[in-house]
């Protein structure tokens, strides 16, 4: 058994925590995965670069409504993946070697293994391909384990082989058919990813749209715009998985009846799950939702004194700057525990990088009407902007919900092209309390541009 001041399990968002403030304090730094994080590995920073690839290997398929005839004569799969697998592998081992070797780092200790609590403050790390144990008491732990894909059951599922976000990218070839169950972010990136690059794909979804979790009339536009660029089958369910001679066979049901698919490969993106349960973190007194989620106040910190947690095994956002910004805080009030401060959760954005894509802050317009908050609404078309006649966008548009009275933003929500970055000066203005009125008139929008799609929403939204 050995003890420590700070004991941090999980190398993503919780390795920014241990800096040279911590010199003076001895450190362990448990992962049983790959070091880094979801983010860097299998998350945001791999599939962004194969979205911007994709959106490369997509150009040719529209760019002739502009006058310019161009073909795709081919995809080089292994050159992609290796191009963005040998950048990002090489940053994750210098990670771990840092760590175990820099000169910085002689008060820390990282163990590569499983943690799971056995007792109140006691954690117990298996070492990875052994069975050796390690005990570690401390008198502060932070929970940074994140989360992993949910694997849902159905018959034939486990036997027959499958793929997750953790595995899809690194395939030796592509598929000419891809099988996707889901309806949600990971399950339109990939299925753009994929078709981009010339993969015959079908999205398989419980649910009457993608992107359900979206406002209303954006996820409305994002499944009508994907019917066109593969085949979506909604409202089935799959009930069991196969493998017979020419490929993997998907039965679902549906209201008409039952359906049969077959792919070449078959990609589950339902959604993720905390790991609370590989930590057994009931064992030292920390609650947890329903849903698994560690339960934390305003301080990160769980119902046991002096244990904090942070990112996806805690948080409903499930997303990288919300994990980071958490752990901004938990780090302060690690070293100021006297003086500690909140997060803020006020106005969290998020962005899916399909295609199109779609980026969100604040209420929906359902949300707004479930929580009976008044409200306005301003919408702007990319067709009605300069920049938009540039693109011949039809399809994009921007909708801002703000009060009447006050002119505060509720919320916006972006659909077409760069629509992550388009939305970002609501997000500003949100969170520096700016109404609508002055946000629009008080400064200069640079013309023609894309931001002219948010001045013109929120010209059009209809104050008292």
């Not at 401390?138 to 953790?166: C, K």
Request: aromatic residues 6%; proline residues 4%; negative net charge.
């Amino acid at each position: 058994m050995t003890h420590y001041d700070l004991v941090v399990v999980g190398t993503g968002s919780g390795n920014t925590i241990v800096t040279k403030q911590f010199a003076d304090r001895k450190v362990a730094i448990v992962e049983r995965g790959v070091f880094g994080g979801t983010c860097l590995n299998v998350g945001c920073i791999p599939t962004k670069m194969f979205v911007h690839t994709a959106d490369l290997a997509a150009v040719p398929s529209h760019s002739s409504r502009l006058g310019v005839d161009e073909t795709l004569t081919g995809v080089r799969w292994p050159d992609i993946r290796d191009r963005i697998f040998g950048r990002i592998d090489p940053i994750s081992a210098g990670g771990a070697e840092y760590r175990e070797h820099h000169p910085n780092n002689v008060n820390v200790t990282l163990y590569h293994g499983t943690g799971r609590f056995t007792a109140k403050r006691e954690l117990t790390v298996t070492a990875n391909g052994s069975r050796e144990t390690e005990v570690l008491t401390a008198d502060r732990f932070v929970l940074a384990a994140g989360s992993r894909p949910i694997v849902p059951f159905v018959p034939g599922l486990e036997e027959t082989g499958f793929h997750t976000s953790e595995t899809i990218m690194r395939l030796d070839e592509l598929p000419r058919r891809l099988g996707i169950i889901g309806s949600g972010f990971v399950a339109a990136e990939s299925a753009h990813i994929f078709s981009s690059l010339g993969v015959d794909v079908t999205l398989i979804a419980r649910s009457d749209r993608l992107l359900r979790h979206e406002d209303g009339e954006i996820a409305q536009r994002y499944t009508e715009i994907a019917q066109e660029l593969y085949t979506v089958k909604l409202l089935h369910e799959t009930v069991h998985v196969w493998r017979r001679h020419d490929g993997i066979v998907v039965k679902t049901l549906h209201p008409d009846g039952a359906e049969e698919f077959v792919f070449d490969g078959l990609l589950v993106a339902v959604g993720r799950t905390p790991n609370s349960d590989v930590l057994n973190v009931e064992a030292t007194g920390v609650k947890v939702e329903s849903d698994g989620r560690v339960v934390v106040d305003e301080f990160q910190e769980t119902a046991v004194e002096g244990i904090y947690a942070l990112g996806d095994l805690c948080s409903p956002y499930q997303l990288k700057h919300v994990a980071n910004h958490e752990a901004r805080v938990v780090q302060h009030n690690l070293l100021h525990p006297d003086d500690r401060i909140e997060s803020d959760h006020r106005f969290v954005p998020h962005a899916v990088f399909g295609s199109p894509q779609v980026a969100s802050v604040g209420l929906t317009e359902e949300q707004a009407i479930e929580q009976g908050v008044r409200y306005v609404v301003g919408r702007e078309a990319y067709a009605d902007i300069a920049y938009g006649w540039a693109m011949e966008d039809t399809t994009g548009f921007a909708k801002i919900l703000a009060d009447p009275d006050t002119g505060q933003i509720l919320g916006c929500h972006v659909i077409g092209p760069q629509a992550a970055t388009v939305i970002q000066p609501v997000i500003q203005a949100m969170s520096f309390g700016l109404d609508a009125h002055t946000m629009a008139r008080g400064q200069y929008w640079i013309h023609p541009a894309m931001p002219e799609l948010i001045e013109n929403a929120l010209l059009a939204l209809k104050l008292n």
